[in-house]
């Protein structure tokens, strides 16, 4: 991976990594040797936080969970680093009108909402970056107390360059929608094109160069983290397979920057930038299980209904979120990948729906099956809690009386879901702002005719 531009990874989800520039070989801690006079061996044991690194590197633990959480949950990774990430100065706030957590600023809204495509900001109109680019949705929880999540999207024209953001708040999977991105982090780079996502989570420094005008969609989620769901009856096999999933390997720029660096902070959902001197992309090694990581989804393994009836979109669940109520998740990314349709006596698309869960949807590419107009490529919907919402009038007359056979379905065309425990509020920017609500959205089912024959009767056998 050295040299050539190549990008190189490491595969496997919550694995126990260890990985260095091959730059610097032995920047790991091997752990020392020792001579045992009496037995007249050499014993030796790991070392995570030597007395002298290696090269000189300063050691530094990045936690993700308490120490004290089950050895199944403990996430945390030993960085071995040209300087220490305490070297910077004091935060201050800075302002991001677009990014926020203040859910009681603008009425409740039940109604179900559709989004156009959000408008990406030109580069003649100015230079925005992926973090000045990020725009809350919706969300619903609290930053202080560690359980809730936020939906933003992010519309970008412009790179990164001498800046950096972590997020103290939570967990974010990042979905581009138009655009590659290249995320740069302390553990290694990523290059994360569209039908990939990526999850950087709590605390990791990242930065993210784009190539053009760029779009995507962010989930964020606070005091959880991602995981593989349970697969039950399905067995050890299918939906995301762990190996699937990439984690960078080792890479470290050692690069003084005398005009200031900045690295941006997310806390309690407002922004703080303090400034260094330093590249703070200058760890040469690391080990352990608390990584970002990326996943392409065309690696799902689709689960679906082979005889008749339709299964619920739980199937198509790539990574969730979990709560503290078991089988109910803070949050659950679902996909609607290409598939075959193979189900007799049913109608195929998704049914008409009321949920105690809120679902906003984003379309990656293609057409989604149960609303093949209106809704866009770049743009969303939100059902919320309760909310009905199922197929539109062309699809329900459609598939009503279509031919059952064998077909693909979503051919060219990926979907997602962020499905959530909570109750969403939407912020003034969505419903305003950003002037892409879609206010002709419930004109979709109006058509929707009544069928009704009380005199209809079964057909004899």
């Given at each position: 991976?050295a040299?050539?531009?190549?990008?190189?990874?490491?595969?496997?989800?919550?694995?126990?990594?260890?990985?260095?520039?091959?730059?610097?070989p032995?920047?790991?801690?091997e752990?020392?040797?020792?001579?045992?006079?009496?037995?007249?061996?050499?014993?030796?044991?790991?070392?995570?936080?030597?007395?002298?690194c290696?090269?000189?590197?300063?050691?530094?633990?990045?936690?993700g969970?308490?120490?004290?959480?089950?050895?199944?949950t403990?996430?945390?990774s030993?960085?071995?680093?040209?300087?220490?990430?305490v070297?910077?100065?004091p935060?201050?706030?800075?302002?991001?009108?677009?990014?926020?957590d203040?859910?009681?600023?603008?009425?409740?809204?039940?109604?179900?909402?559709?989004?156009?495509?959000?408008t990406?900001?030109?580069?003649?109109d100015?230079?925005?970056?992926?973090?000045?680019?990020?725009?809350?949705?919706?969300g619903?929880?609290?930053?202080?107390?560690?359980?809730?999540?936020?939906i933003h999207?992010?519309?970008?024209?412009?790179?990164?360059?001498?800046?950096c953001?972590?997020?103290?708040?939570?967990?974010?999977?990042?979905?581009?929608?138009?655009?590659?991105?290249?995320?740069?982090?302390?553990?290694?780079?990523?290059?994360?094109?569209?039908?990939?996502?990526?999850?950087?989570?709590?605390?990791?420094?990242?930065?993210?160069?784009?190539?053009?005008?760029?779009?995507?969609?962010?989930?964020?989620?606070?005091?959880?983290?991602?995981?593989?769901?349970?697969?039950?009856?399905?067995?050890?096999?299918?939906l995301?397979?762990?190996?699937?999933?990439?984690?960078?390997?080792?890479?470290?720029?050692?690069?003084?920057?005398p005009?200031?660096?900045?690295?941006?902070?997310?806390?309690?959902?407002?922004?703080?930038?303090?400034?260094?001197?330093?590249?703070?992309?200058?760890?040469?090694?690391?080990?352990?299980?608390?990584?970002?990581?990326?996943?392409?989804?065309?690696?799902?393994?689709?689960?679906?209904?082979?005889?008749?009836?339709?299964?619920?979109?739980?199937?198509?669940?790539?990574?969730?979120?979990?709560?503290?109520?078991?089988?109910?998740?803070?949050?659950?990314?679902?996909?609607?990948?290409?598939?075959w349709?193979?189900?007799?006596?049913?109608?195929r698309?998704?049914?008409?729906?009321?949920?105690?869960?809120?679902?906003?949807?984003?379309?990656?590419?293609?057409?989604?099956e149960?609303?093949?107009?209106?809704?866009?490529?770049?743009?969303?919907t939100?059902?919320?809690?309760?909310?009905?919402?199922?197929?539109?009038?062309?699809?329900?007359?459609?598939?009503?009386?279509?031919?059952?056979k064998?077909?693909?379905?979503?051919?060219?065309?990926?979907?997602?879901?962020?499905?959530?425990s909570?109750?969403?509020?939407?912020t003034?920017?969505?419903?305003?702002?950003?002037?892409?609500?879609?206010?002709?959205?419930?004109t979709?089912?109006?058509?929707?005719?009544?069928?009704?024959?009380?005199?209809?009767?079964?057909?004899?056998?």
């Open positions: 991976c040299g050539g531009g190549r990008i190189c990874y490491l595969s496997g989800f919550g694995n126990e990594f260890a990985t260095e520039d091959p730059r610097c032995g920047a790991l801690p752990g020392q040797v020792r001579l045992v006079p009496l037995l007249s061996v050499y014993w030796s044991w790991a070392l995570n936080n030597p007395q002298v290696p090269y000189g590197l300063y050691a530094e633990q990045l936690s969970s308490a120490f004290t959480c089950p050895r199944t403990n996430k945390r030993w960085l071995y680093r040209i300087r220490p990430s070297c910077h100065k935060f201050a706030a800075m302002q991001h009108e677009a990014l926020m203040k859910w009681d600023d603008v009425a409740p809204d039940p109604n179900q909402l559709r989004w156009l495509p959000f990406i900001p030109k580069a003649a100015g230079k925005v970056d992926f973090v000045m680019g990020l725009h809350t949705v919706c619903a929880g609290d930053t202080r107390a560690r359980s809730g999540i936020a999207v992010y519309t970008c024209n412009y790179s990164m360059t001498d800046k953001f972590y997020n103290s708040d939570g967990d974010f999977l990042i979905v581009p929608q138009q655009g590659k991105i290249l995320v740069t982090t302390e553990f290694g780079k990523m290059m994360v094109e569209p039908n990939e996502i990526c999850v950087v989570q709590q605390g990791m420094r990242f930065g993210v160069d784009v190539f053009g005008e760029t779009r995507g969609y962010v989930l964020e989620v606070y005091g959880v983290h991602f995981e593989l769901p349970d697969l039950g009856p399905i067995g050890a096999n299918g995301a397979n762990p190996r699937d999933f990439l984690v960078p390997v080792a890479w470290y720029e050692d690069r003084s920057v005009g200031g660096y900045a690295v941006i902070n997310k806390y309690q959902g407002k922004l703080f930038s303090s400034q260094q001197n330093f590249s703070p992309f200058n760890v040469v090694a690391w080990h352990g299980n608390y990584t970002p990581y990326k996943y392409n989804l065309d690696n799902f393994m689709v689960v679906n209904c082979v005889a008749f009836d339709h299964a619920d979109p739980s199937i198509f669940t790539v990574l969730t979120a979990k709560s503290a109520r078991p089988g109910v998740a803070v949050a659950d990314f679902v996909i609607f990948p290409p598939r349709g193979v189900a007799d006596h049913t109608f698309p998704p049914y008409y729906h009321r949920n105690c869960m809120s679902e906003f949807m984003g379309l990656i590419k293609g057409h989604y149960a609303k093949e107009e209106g809704f866009l490529p770049g743009g969303a939100l059902h919320s809690i309760m909310t009905p919402h199922g197929p539109d009038v062309d699809c329900f007359e459609k598939n009503s009386t279509a031919v059952l064998p077909e693909r379905v979503a051919e060219g065309t990926m979907a997602f879901m962020f499905e959530s909570f109750s969403m509020a939407v003034q920017w969505a419903l305003q702002k950003c002037q892409r609500l879609d206010k002709s959205y419930y979709c089912w109006e058509g929707l005719q009544t069928h009704f024959n009380p005199n209809w009767k079964p057909k004899s056998k």
